[in-house]
């Protein structure tokens, strides 16, 4: 499994949609409580976004928006509009029935779909800077989600939540390429999301995704990379912020916390499962690294 789909699946990164809006003129939201990721895509017009500590930015047609750490937000016809809360009960209930959260005078001029996205950990959001913005590509794949996202929108029909739930998946996949791509993955701190943009790196990050449990060595993980071990000691603490067994065990334990928070199953062989052949071993660096017990952790996670 590729680092990402992996991360992703571990961090059980989910997306729900919240909205869709239709403003008129003399509009703004205010945007807080927000359950995780906020996303934001105009499909139509224009709108102003707001961050305390940003300039204003203008999102014109086809732009995304994302803020990984849901960031309390306003969204406006013009920077400095009044806003009023957003409802997210009325969103909710206007959603369910193909409906839209309208807000402004006049007729739409602006149509924004919402939603946030849900995660366990910040294993991969909170990689990401504080605001994502994407401008409009018209050949991107990301357009053509988007309009199968508004057509589920508009005609609600059996099984649409799945679809849209599982259409924001995909979108968020093609956001986190796309962003990958971008010059600004650059300028973030070193991380395995950002570290993806080598080629070398990635190698031997899916090496170590791909067999967790194998009892990997600097050597063997050199070779499967295709460099010396010498590059690979330079490389990859240089763009993942850790060398590479050290990453290998906080990833165990991600995997094992996983685990402890969705099964059942006992400390052992989720133990052996991460590449432990002693449980004590296990115990002793899960609460190294989660600054807490397994038993503990899992008590905490069924709560």
Do not use: K
Not at 276 to 299: D, K, L, Q, V
Request: proline residues 8%; glycine residues 8%; contains cysteine.
């Amino acid at each position: 499994m590729d680092p990402l789909t992996d991360a992703l699946d571990v961090a059980q990164v989910r997306g729900t949609v919240a909205a869709t809006v239709h403003a008129g003129d003399a509009w703004g939201l205010d945007i807080a409580d927000i359950p995780g990721a906020a996303f934001h895509a105009v499909t139509e017009g224009t709108a102003w976004l707001c961050l305390d500590d940003r300039e204003p930015l203008r999102l014109m047609p086809g732009d995304l928006a994302l803020l990984p750490a849901g960031t309390p937000h306003r969204l406006a016809s013009d920077p400095g509009r009044p806003c009023d809360p957003f409802d997210h009960v009325a969103a909710r209930q206007a959603l369910g029935t193909g409906g839209r959260l309208t807000v402004g005078t006049g007729p739409a001029r602006t149509r924004i779909l919402c939603a946030s996205y849900h995660q366990e950990t910040a294993l991969v959001l909170g990689l990401l800077p504080d605001l994502v913005h994407l401008p409009a590509d018209p050949e991107a794949p990301i357009e053509h989600v988007l309009r199968l996202l508004g057509h589920e929108i508009r005609r609600p029909r059996v099984g649409a939540p799945t679809v849209l739930d599982r259409l924001l998946d995909v979108l968020l996949v093609h956001i986190m390429r796309t962003w990958l791509e971008s010059e600004d993955a650059g300028r973030v701190p070193p991380s395995w999301l950002a570290a993806l943009r080598d080629p070398t790196v990635a190698a031997a990050l899916t090496a170590l995704h791909t067999e967790p449990a194998r009892n990997w060595t600097l050597e063997t993980l050199a070779r499967r990379a295709g460099v010396s071990r010498a590059t690979l000691l330079r490389r990859f603490p240089a763009l993942v912020g850790q060398p590479p067994l050290a990453y290998l065990a906080r990833w165990r334990m991600e995997l094992a916390a996983r685990q402890l928070r969705t099964t059942d199953d006992a400390i052992g062989p989720i133990a052996r499962s991460v590449g432990y052949t002693s449980e004590y071993a296990f115990n002793r660096a899960f609460s190294r690294i989660r600054g807490t017990t397994p038993g503990r952790y899992r008590a905490h996670h069924r709560l």
